[in-house]
T-cell receptor, first 119, second 116 residues
Framework: KAGVTQTPRYLIKTRGQQVTLSCSPISGHRSVSWYQQTPGQGLQFLFE???????NKGNFPGRFSGRQFSNSRSEMNVSTLELGDSALYLC??????????????????FGEGSRLTVL | AQKITQTQPGMFVQEKEAVTLDCTYDTSDQSYGLFWYKQPSSGEMIFLIY??????QNATEGRYSLNFQKARKSANLVISASQLGDSAMYFC?????????????FGQGTRLTINP
């Protein structure tokens, strides 16, 4: 079973540019969430998508956006890049079950991340 | 608000020794899940073990066990018989029903180094 695939793995951009990162979840997983990891702030939740709808968003500026396609693949976009956006961006997929209210043993499956460097 | 605290930025352990990584949490939710993830230098977050707030027994997965003390709000990870390949960053995380989202709140992590 293929894992979560993130592309590109590494990229370098300059301030003011924009970037798009892609995430293909595990087959059958309909929920995709994104996290930003930096040495200073650690791992922070960006947003989550389910069935092409954003279900929740973390405390990030509007420059950070995302979307999910009908095949559950997700993209996130960062516009007007700043130096502080340099980070490892991790995508995680989850076999979400509708109406489930109790946290279950279903762990989030993470990809290897996209490492963004902003110069 | 939910919060995870890992007080050990780094730990050094001799190979084959047992190691305990500390994790305390804060939440007002009655139902929540606690996770430990391992992050090697490649960057991928690897799931290790899960403990549900209603689980009465401590979770175990091979060499990993979770010492869950609900009253103290702690969820320490114990690795028995450590191996060189255990060297990595370890993150404790919590998930509750936050607006129905699959959102994990992570601690700052502990960098574990296993010495031969």
């Amino acid at each position: 079973k293929a894992g979560v695939t993130q592309t590109p793995r590494y990229l370098i951009k300059t301030r003011g540019q924009q970037v798009t990162l892609s995430c293909s979840p595990i087959s059958g997983h309909r929920s995709v969430s994104w996290y930003q990891q930096t040495p200073g702030q650690g791992l922070q939740f960006l947003f989550e998508y389910f069935s092409e709808t954003q279900r929740n968003k973390g405390n990030f500026p509007g420059r950070f956006s995302g979307r999910q396609f009908s095949n559950s693949r997700s993209e996130m976009n960062v516009s007007t890049l700043e130096l502080g956006d340099s980070a490892l961006y991790l995508c995680a997929s989850f076999p979400y079950r509708a109406g489930y209210n109790r946290p279950n043993t279903g762990e989030l499956f993470f990809g290897e991340g996209s490492r963004l460097t902003v110069l | 608000a939910q919060k995870i605290t890992q007080t050990q930025p780094g730990m050094f352990v001799q190979e084959k020794e047992a190691v305990t990584l500390d994790c305390t949490y804060d939440t007002s939710d009655q139902s929540y899940g606690l996770f430990w993830y391992k992050q090697p230098s490649s960057g991928e977050m690897i799931f290790l073990i899960y403990q549900g707030s209603y689980d009465e027994q401590n979770a175990t997965e091979g060499r990993y066990s979770l010492n869950f003390q609900k009253a103290r709000k702690s969820a320490n990870l114990v690795i028995s018989a450590s191996q060189l390949g255990d060297s990595a960053m370890y993150f404790c995380a919590m998930r509750g029903k936050i607006q129905g989202a699959q959102k994990l709140v992570f601690g700052q992590g502990t960098r574990l180094t296993i010495n031969p």
